[in-house]
């Protein structure tokens, strides 16, 4: 299925030093901070405006209750608690971080087209705006891809957030988007890594599902995804 995300684009295990965090100044390495942003975007709203309604609320990217291996239904019962919209929230998790009025937290937001995604730049727009009203400094960055992609190539941004979309197998996905394990493009942590090690090295397929649970909640519990939707295949047809 395809799918849109946002990832954190700041924690990193360093790829030369092998040392983790990469980034250790950086804000979005708390995870009460990464949980206080997927807490102030209302997804059911941001899918009625931009999407007419047609994506399904994703509940961790990588995984899908019917059509993937590892799946754990507590992801869907406590969604909306652990990321579900909830301003107030989002900003008492802010303040328990350390950020207020006068101390507010500062990110920056990739805004760009996306040939693969229409309308991304609206939703990055629209989660920057979600960002500032639960008191977030935001700086919308439009870098071009040129640029993007050199510096993701050396983990040079430490305190990004940019949209993604994929329709990559699950264990494809789950190396770019959730680990470090090959060109990471995202908030990871060693844990994951070591654990989607395990993954790959799994000789059944009841090992296999069970790591990839395993996997799955080390990053849901961490807040390293940000997930939005699975978004359905459309094809527009000349009748004539």
């Known amino acids: ?54 994506g399904a609320t994703m509940y961790l990217n990588n995984y899908h209750p019917t059509l993937s291996a590892g799946w754990d239904p507590v992801w869907t019962t406590k969604f909306d608690e652990a990321y579900g919209y909830d301003p107030v929230a989002a900003k008492a998790l802010l303040a328990e971080a350390g950020y207020n009025a006068s101390n507010p937290l500062e990110t920056n937001v990739h805004v760009y087209k996306d040939a693969s995604l229409p309308g991304a730049d609206d939703i990055a727009e629209s989660a920057a705006a979600y960002f500032t009203e639960v008191g977030v400094k935001v700086n919308l960055i439009s870098d071009d891809a040129g640029k993007r992609r050199a510096a993701r190539r050396v983990q040079g941004y430490s305190n990004h957030l940019a949209l993604y979309d994929t329709s990559a197998a699950q264990f494809t996905g789950l190396s770019v988007y959730a680990t470090n394990t090959s060109m990471s493009v995202g908030a990871t942590t060693p844990a994951a890594d070591a654990k989607f090690l395990e993954v790959r090295a799994a000789t059944t397929g009841a090992d296999q599902d069970r790591l990839l649970r395993e996997l799955g909640n080390i990053v849901y519990d961490s807040y390293a995804d940000f997930p939005l939707y699975y978004l359905p295949a459309e094809v527009v047809v000349n009748p004539e």
């Open 1 to 54: 299925l395809r799918r849109a995300f946002f990832r954190f684009l700041c924690c990193y295990v360093d790829p030369k030093e092998k040392t983790y965090p990469m980034h250790p100044e950086s804000p979005l390495q708390d995870a009460r901070v990464r949980r206080a942003l997927n807490k102030s975007v209302n997804r059911d709203e941001l899918n009625q405006a931009l999407f007419g309604g047609k």
